[in-house]
């Protein structure tokens, strides 16, 4: 995640703003390429069309990770740039006879453990989970989170409405052990462990 010094990662009405720097774009992009899988949920697909992919600008000769999208009712626009090849997969709730649909349990929302079962069937090992703030609050709240990166920006959002970087209905309570912190661009990088 990337928030503001106030804890925000959007501005109200989950309006895109620029919170890291080129450091923290090319750190993110070799993130992205050690990871097996990528996964954001579908209200980021549809607010900012991201592509999910390794930018060659910030790493020769990338490996692509898998695309994974958490959709539980399948609203994913179809000309969105998720789609630019065969590599991803949408996580949902409702039946579809595409095979990179892969239904998830039968309820409001993707069933997360499912959902971890069909990535480890598929020889998925790292799951890097980029947001958004609901996406993160479930991953949290089902105990699936194994260390959480935050880039903290220089800047101040402010907004009750202003989504955070755990942005669910319910409260959780997560302890964690900060294992390493560094300075990039106008910020800061704050690595934490899980602690169970």
């Not at 999910?52 to 009712?73: A, I």
């Not at 997969?89 to 990179?100: G, K, N």
Request: with cysteine; hydrophobic share 40%.
């Amino acid at each position: 995640m990337a928030m503001s010094a106030d804890g925000k990662i959007a501005l109200p009405g989950n309006i895109e703003v620029k919170i890291s720097g080129e450091k923290d774009f090319s750190r993110v992009h070799h993130m992205r390429n050690r990871c097996d899988a990528i996964l954001v949920g579908v209200g980021t697909i549809v607010a900012d069309d991201p592509k999910l992919t390794v930018k060659e600008r910030f790493v020769k000769d990338p490996s692509q990770p898998l695309r994974v999208v958490l959709d539980s009712k399948g609203r994913i626009p179809r000309d969105a740039r998720v789609f630019a090849d065969e590599n991803y997969l949408i996580a949902t709730t409702v039946e579809s006879d595409d095979p990179r649909w892969v239904m998830c349990g039968d309820g409001e929302r993707v069933d997360l453990h499912m959902l971890m079962e069909e990535l480890d069937r598929r020889g998925i090992r790292t799951l890097m989970v980029e947001g958004g703030g609901e996406v993160v609050h479930s991953f949290f709240e089902e105990d699936l989170v194994d260390e959480y990166s935050v880039f903290i920006g220089s800047l101040i959002i402010g907004g009750r409405s202003a989504p955070t970087p755990a942005d669910g209905a319910r409260q959780i309570l997560k302890n964690l052990e900060l294992i390493d912190h560094e300075t990039l661009d106008h910020g800061i990088l704050l690595r934490f462990r899980v602690k169970r």
